[in-house]
C-alpha cells in the first residue's frame, strides 16, 4: 500500500495528466449524452406527443429534479462518498436510458398519455443521476486542476455536439424510410446506453489508478476531505496516518459553504446567469418560436447542431490563457451583457430571419462554453482540497438552478 504524498510531487502531477484529461472529457460526454439524446430526438417526441409540448415539459420535469437532488447533495457534499455518488449517477444513467429503449420496442413506437408519463418518470431520473455526476464529478475535479474541470465541460458540450450531428445524418438517412423518426431515436438512446457503460468502467477503474489522480486525491485528504476516501482505497492508498488532522489543519481551518458562497458571490451569481438566459432560449424557444420556414422539419435541428458546436468551442478556447477572461468584473460585465440577446431573439423570431437567427444562436452557444469555462476553472484557485469540492458542488447547484430558472422562463414565449 502507498502511503501519503510522493517524494518527488512535480514529477507525479504531470504522470497520466494527458490520460486524466482524457477520460475527463469521456466522462463529461457520459454525464450529459442521456439528457442531449432524449431532447435531440424532439422532433420524434413531437410526432408522438403534438398537443404535449415534449421539450418544454421534459426539460422542465429533468431540472425539477436535478435541482432538487442537488440541493441535498450539497447540503449534505463533505459526508457524501463521491466514488459512490458518481458510480450510482453512471449507473442510473444506463439502466434508465436501457429502459427507455426497451419501452420504445415495447410499445412499439405508439404515443398516449400513459407512455408520456412513463417517459417523464424516466426523463425525472436522468434528473437525479445529473445531480448525481455533475455536481460530483465537478466537485471532485476542482480538487485536482483546472485542465481536468475544462475537459470534463468540454465533454458535456462535445455531447452536445455528438449528438446534433448524429440526429442530422440519421434524420436525413432515414427521412423516406417508414419509422424513419422512430429508428433514428432508437439508435440515439442505444448509442447513449453503451457509452454510459463505458463511463462506468472509465470511472471505476481507469480514472482512479491514474498517478496524478491519486496524488491529488491524496493531497486533499491530507488536508481534512473525507470524501474521496473510497477513491483512494480502491486506487490502493493509505494516507499517512501520523499526520493528524490538527497537523493538516493547522494554517487555518476550512471554510464553511456559507463563507465560500459569500467570498464567491460574483461566481455563483454569473453561473446562474449564464444558464438561466441560455436555457430560457434553447431549446424550447427554437423548436416552437421560430416562425415557419422552407427548411421545414431540419430547422430547429440545425439551430440546435449550431448551438452545440459553439458551445463546444466556446469551451476550448480558454485553453488560451492570453484570451482567457480571469477578472471578476470583467466576467459579471459579460454575463450582464448576454441579456441584450433577449429582445434580438424576440424580434427576429417574430419576423422569421433565418439568417439572423442562426448567428444569435451561433453567438449563444459561444458566450455560454466561453464563460461557463472561465468561470468554473477560476473559482476554485487558491482553495483547500475540502474547500474546492465544497465549492464545485456550490457552483453547480447554481448552474442547475439557473437551468431550472431559464427552462421555467421559456414557457413565457408561448405568450408571445
Known amino acids: 500500500m502507498e502511503t501519503g504524498l510522493p517524494a518527488d510531487e512535480t514529477q507525479v502531477r504531470l504522470q497520466g495528466k494527458g490520460s486524466a484529461m482524457a477520460v475527463s472529457w469521456v466522462l463529461g460526454v457520459g454525464a450529459l449524452a442521456s439528457r442531449n439524446s432524449i431532447f ?33 447533495f450539497t447540503y449534505k457534499e463533505s459526508k457524501i462518498n463521491t466514488r459512490r455518488r458518481n458510480m450510482s449517477g453512471y449507473i442510473l444513467f444506463f439502466l434508465t436510458t436501457l429502459a427507455l429503449v ?3 420496442l415495447i410499445t412499439s413506437g405508439k404515443g398516449g398519455t400513459r407512455n408520456y408519463i412513463v417517459i417523464c418518470v424516466f426523463v425525472a431520473a436522468f434528473g437525479v443521476a445529473d445531480a448525481h455526476v455533475q455536481g460530483g464529478m465537478v466537485g471532485d475535479l476542482s480538487l485536482m486542476c483546472p485542465e481536468f474541470v475544462q475537459s470534463f465541460f468540454g465533454g458535456m458540450a462535445a455531447s452536445g455536439a455528438l449528438t446534433s450531428a448524429l440526429r442530422l445524418i440519421t434524420k436525413a438517412a432515414f427521412e423516406k424510410s417508414d419509422s424513419g423518426l422512430r429508428k433514428g431515436a432508437i439508435m440515439f438512446l442505444a ?78 451569481v454569473e453561473i446562474f446567469l449564464i444558464f438561466l438566459l441560455s436555457l430560457s432560449i434553447f431549446p424550447g424557444f427554437l423548436y416552437e418560436n421560430t416562425g415557419k420556414h422552407h427548411w421545414g422539419s431540419w430547422y ?51 419576423y422569421g430571419n433565418p439568417g439572423l437567427m442562426l448567428f444569435l444562436v451561433l453567438f449563444l452557444g459561444l458566450s455560454n462554453g466561453y464563460l461557463t469555462v472561465c468561470v468554473m476553472t477560476v473559482a476554485p484557485r487558491g482553495y483547500k482540497g475540502p474547500e474546492q469540492n465544497a465549492l464545485g458542488n456550490l457552483l453547480v447547484l447554481c448552474l442547475l438552478g439557473g437551468i431550472f430558472a431559464g427552462v421555467s422562463l421559456d414557457w413565457l414565449w408561448l405568450l408571445d
Not at 492508498?237 to 459553504?257: F, G, H, M, W, Y
Not at 449550431?306 to 480571469?326: A, C, H, Q, T
Open 40 to 72: 435531440t430526438i424532439g422532433d420524434y417526441y413531437y410526432k408522438l406527443f403534438p398537443d404535449y409540448h415534449p421539450d418544454r415539459v421534459l426539460t422542465l420535469v429533468y431540472q425539477t429534479l436535478a435541482l432538487s437532488a442537488m440541493i441535498l
Open 102 to 104: 426497451l419501452l420504445d
Open 191 to 268: 448509442i447513449s446506453t453503451l457509452l454510459e457503460l463505458v463511463c462506468i468502467y472509465l470511472y471505476a477503474y481507469v480514472f482512479p489508478n491514474l498517478p496524478v489522480v491519486k496524488y491529488y486525491r491524496t493531497k486533499a485528504a491530507l488536508e481534512g476531505s473525507k470524501t474521496v476516501s473510497s477513491d483512494l482505497v480502491a486506487a490502493g492508498i493509505q494516507t499517512n496516518a501520523s499526520v493528524s488532522e490538527q497537523d493538516v489543519l493547522k494554517p487555518r481551518e476550512s471554510l464553511c459553504k456559507k463563507e465560500l458562497l459569500f467570498q464567491n458571490i460574483d461566481y455563483a
Open 300 to 350: 430547429p435541428l440545425v439551430l440546435i447542431a449550431v448551438f452545440n458546436l459553439w458551445d463546444l468551442i466556446g469551451r476550448y478556447i480558454p485553453l488560451k490563457n492570453s484570451i482567457k477572461m480571469e477578472s471578476r468584473k470583467g466576467l459579471l460585465l459579460a454575463t450582464l451583457s448576454r441579456f441584450l440577446l433577449v429582445p434580438a431573439f424576440h424580434f427576429t423570431g417574430k
